[in-house]
T-cell receptor
Framework: EAQVTQNPRYLITVTGKKLTVTCSQN?????MSWYRQDPGLGLRQIYY???????DKGDVPEGYKVSRKEKRNFPLILESPSPNQTSLYFC??????????FGNGTRLTVT | AQSVAQPEDQVNVAEGNPLTVKCTYS??????LFWYVQYPNRGLQFLLK??????LVKGSYGFEAEFNKSQTSFHLKKPSALVSDSALYFC??????????????FGAGTRLAVHP
């Protein structure tokens, strides 16, 4: 089944403790992206990648890092999480002009 | 600044009645326009898109959307609502000049509640 898989689905952590949210797609898509969803703000793009070893900042990249060493994986790294990064995170992938395929989300709480 | 507006936080409709979820945008050039739906505890699912051609676009689950260039709108419609249509709906715009998805701008979302 074609899918975008994010792990974990839920994560509670404390301020400053580094964490990684994994994202993997099995559709051989070139494009991958991370979004955060906050009430009243919709989805805002954090980082995106057009292909392996090619990443670029989205609209809200501060406090996040990404890497794209393999085509299928696009992990999101929070080196020193803060409470304002409490949010619902989505990974998505696409090829060419095809619609974005989204993962089921990761709900992160930073205390 | 480029933006997408969904003026209604929530739309309430009786089952069997037509529904409209509104979207307007402010993007230069000829953008690609999308509607996505989000069910509880799930990611967004693609409903339909407009790139060029006929202003009325048909999509999944009986939904359609009408592109109006002069009003810069892309309203989502369905002739007869179902209770199972209750979800969060997002309008999104990809500015043409960016070549596709690298600058997909989402609206804040509209919650559709269909009552039996």
């Amino acid at each position: 089944e074609a899918q975008v898989t994010q792990n974990p689905r839920y994560l509670i952590t404390v301020t400053g403790k580094k964490l990684t949210v994994t994202c993997s797609q099995n559709m051989n898509h070139e494009y991958m992206s991370w979004y955060r969803q906050d009430p009243g703000l919709g989805l805002r793009q954090i980082y995106y990648s057009m292909n392996v070893e090619v990443t670029d900042k989205g609209d809200v990249p501060e406090g996040y890092k990404v890497s794209r060493k393999e085509k299928r994986n696009f992990p999101l790294i929070l080196e020193s999480p803060s409470p304002n990064q409490t949010s619902l995170y989505f990974c998505a992938s696409a090829r060419g002009n095809s619609p974005l395929h989204f993962g089921n989300g990761t709900r992160l709480t930073v205390t | 600044a480029q933006s997408v507006a969904q003026p209604e936080d929530q739309v309430n409709v009786a089952e069997g009645n037509p529904l409209t979820v509104k979207c307007t945008y402010s993007v230069s050039g000829n953008p690609y326009l999308f509607w996505y739906v989000q069910y509880p505890n799930r990611g967004l699912q693609f409903l339909l898109k407009y790139i060029t051609g006929d202003n009325l676009v048909k999509g999944s689950y009986g939904f359609e959307a009408e592109f109006n260039k002069s009003q810069t709108s892309f309203h989502l419609k369905k002739p007869s609502a179902l209770v199972s249509d209750s979800a969060l709906y997002f309008c999104a715009v990809s500015p043409f000049f960016s070549g596709g998805y690298n600058k997909l701008i989402f609206g804040a979302g509209t919650r559709l509640a269909v009552h039996p």
